[in-house]
């Protein structure tokens, strides 16, 4: 079963991942992760690739391309492609790609979320000053107000969290992604889950009966 997975910031991209192996081992495939990991073994593409970050410059589309091209036809079934694609151009590569290698994609799943929840739901969110653990000031509070469990640190919000970065995170994501899953939903592929009012996780495995459908499909 092969996936693509799309989801603003905060909408819960590596709990489903995590959620959906227990019935399948998947090789999540992170953009993020596959630079790094081309750039610490030194590879040719990695060695490239360091040269555009080390400058602070974004990697060029090809060469993300590439990157993932050489993952796919390693991993060849059972991902989780997270992170790729951003864009239509990179929909429609990937779909060049997985053809070439003869790859066929089961479904997109696309994690909905109300950007009031997401802003919510990083709200309450607090780290430690000094030990970085995280907590939920609402489903997972201290033992004494402000103050970490592990270490006794004070409680912080993270910079990233405030509501305004988080509201312009999101608007930047939708507004790239969304022809992205307008593509996948004409092509009869989407898989919308709401994230919202319930909590994923319990619908898990009617989730994975209807990727198990797609499967078949195909
Ligand atoms: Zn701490």
Same mark, same amino acid.
């Given at each position: 079963?092969?996936?693509?997975i799309?989801g603003? !910031?905060g909408? *819960?991209?590596?709990? @489903?991942?995590?959620s959906?192996?227990?019935?399948k081992q998947f ?7 596959i @630079?790094?990991?081309? +750039?610490k073994d030194? /590879?040719?593409l990695?060695k490239v690739a360091?040269?555009y &970050?080390?400058? %602070?410059k ?9 990157l993932? @091209?050489s993952?796919? =036809?390693l991993?060849?079934?059972d991902?989780i492609?997270? %992170?790729? !694609? #951003?864009?239509?151009?990179q929909?429609k590569?990937?779909d060049e790609?997985?053809?070439?290698l003869k &790859?066929p994609?089961t479904?997109c799943v696309?994690?909905s979320i109300?950007q009031?929840?997401?802003?919510d739901?990083? #709200?309450?969110r607090?780290?430690?000053? =000094?030990?970085?653990y995280?907590? =939920?000031l609402?489903?997972a509070?201290?033992?004494?107000? %402000?103050i970490?469990?592990n270490? *006794?640190?004070?409680l912080v919000h993270?910079?990233?969290d405030s ?12 507004r790239? /992604?969304e022809?992205? +899953?307008n593509?996948?939903?004409?092509? %009869? ?10 909590? @994923?996780v319990?619908q ?5 009966s ?7 499909k195909?």
């Amino acid at each position: 079963m092969q996936l693509v997975i799309l989801g603003a !910031p905060g909408a *819960g991209k590596g709990t @489903f991942s995590q959620s959906i192996k227990k019935y399948k081992q998947f090789t999540h495939i992170a953009t993020g992760d596959i @630079f790094r990991k081309h +750039i610490k073994d030194q /590879t040719d593409l990695g060695k490239v690739a360091s040269t555009y &970050i080390e400058k %602070g410059k974004l990697v060029p589309n090809d060469l993300t391309d590439d990157l993932i @091209f050489s993952e796919l =036809n390693l991993v060849k079934k059972d991902f989780i492609l997270d %992170g790729y !694609p #951003r864009n239509l151009d990179q929909a429609k590569k990937l779909d060049e790609m997985l053809r070439e290698l003869k &790859i066929p994609l089961t479904a997109c799943v696309s994690l909905s979320i109300e950007q009031e929840v997401i802003v919510d739901r990083l #709200r309450s969110r607090v780290v430690c000053s =000094n030990c970085a653990y995280s907590y =939920n000031l609402k489903t997972a509070p201290t033992k004494t107000k %402000g103050i970490c469990d592990n270490c *006794g640190g004070k409680l912080v919000h993270r910079k990233d969290d405030s509501p305004e970065i988080v509201t312009h995170r999101i608007q930047i994501y939708e507004r790239e /992604t969304e022809p992205v +899953i307008n593509y996948y939903e004409e092509q %009869g592929k989407l898989l919308e889950i709401d994230c919202g009012e319930i909590d @994923f996780v319990t619908q898990i495995d009617e989730i994975w009966s209807l990727l198990l459908e797609r499967e078949v499909k195909v």
